[in-house]
């Protein structure tokens, strides 16, 4: 999965919110391609953008450094990024680098939505 | 410590390239499966290994794409079981007390590599080779509650211990 070909992200639009749903393992090999997706969208100051992880089985410390700059990035431009449907081996590295309280951390697409 | 007087069960030599983490990760994980830690902390001990194998790719060997890292994995299956992991390169010497945890209150990208292997691991060791490049050395024992959550697979345990005594003669 860490293979770039086999990484992929998906995009969708509702009204000033954007989801993203990367799918793959998001390690050193895959976190520029994630990066470049969040970036492109983060050109347009969505007022949310939502991060779906359920497609994401593995994140490395790159995957987090990816998501922390990219929260810096909502925050600066007043909009909120908000991870959902995190599986339980990613949050774990949430956790250790005690990020979990850092982000806004939300069980499904619903909640992150409301 | 009986494994400083044996060689590794398994040995892995891999370039500087990042398209191969996933590999060594899936490998480590195996292993510890194995050994008999919970998934969580499979996970784990594979998300340390692919830390300490990003900061030699990003830092020791600048992303030059032909350095070469060797990764020992020895499968110990005495009471506890434990899983140690040395990974040795040939990448620039780095000053031991230069590799630290950053202050994890300082939220920003990057710098999380070596506080998250001393998280997660038993121990972790920084050396310097003799001549060149760095050696790493982390151990991880299972947790008596992690054996006794591994009931469904103690089977599994049992034939890769046979295995390895069979082959130590």
Redesign the interface.
């Known amino acids: 999965?860490?293979?770039p070909e086999q990484f992929n992200v998906l995009s969708e639009t509702h009204d000033s919110t954007i989801i993203l749903r990367p799918q793959g393992?998001v390690?050193?090999?895959c976190a520029p391609a994630l990066r470049e997706h969040i970036c492109d969208v983060q050109q347009h100051k969505p007022e949310k953008l939502i991060i779906d992880l359920a497609d994401v089985p593995?994140m490395?410390?790159?995957g987090?450094?990816?998501l922390?700059?990219a929260m810096?990035t909502a925050r600066r431009s007043g909009g909120q990024l908000i991870l959902c449907c995190m599986q339980?081996?990613v949050m774990?590295?949430f956790e250790?680098?005690?990020?979990d309280t850092?982000f806004t951390i939300v069980p499904d697409k619903e909640t992150a939505m409301q | 410590m009986a494994d400083q007087h044996r060689e590794p069960d398994v040995r892995l030599e891999l370039f500087s390239q990042s398209r191969f983490l996933s590999g060594a990760r899936a490998l480590v994980g195996n292993i510890a499966q194995r050994l008999g830690f919970s998934e969580i902390e499979c996970g784990q001990i594979s998300l340390a290994v692919d830390e300490a194998l990003c900061n030699i790719i990003k830092h020791g060997y600048q992303q030059r794409s032909d350095g070469r890292i060797w990764i020992s994995i020895w499968a110990n299956h005495d009471e506890p079981s434990e899983i140690k992991v040395v990974i040795d390169d040939q990448a620039e010497q780095v000053d031991l007390e230069a590799i630290k945890s950053r202050d994890l209150a300082d939220i920003r990208p990057g710098g999380l590599g070596v506080h998250i292997m001393r998280e997660i691991m038993d121990e972790v060791l920084f050396e310097k080779r003799e001549k060149q490049g760095m050696r790493l050395t982390m151990r991880k024992q299972v947790q008596p509650a992690d054996r006794s959550a591994q009931v469904g697979r103690a089977g599994n345990v049992t034939s890769l211990k046979r295995e390895s005594e069979s082959e130590n003669g």
């Open positions: 999965m860490a293979n393992e390690d050193l090999n593995y490395d410390s790159s987090v450094a990816t922390v700059e810096q339980a081996k774990s590295i250790i680098a005690r990020l850092v």
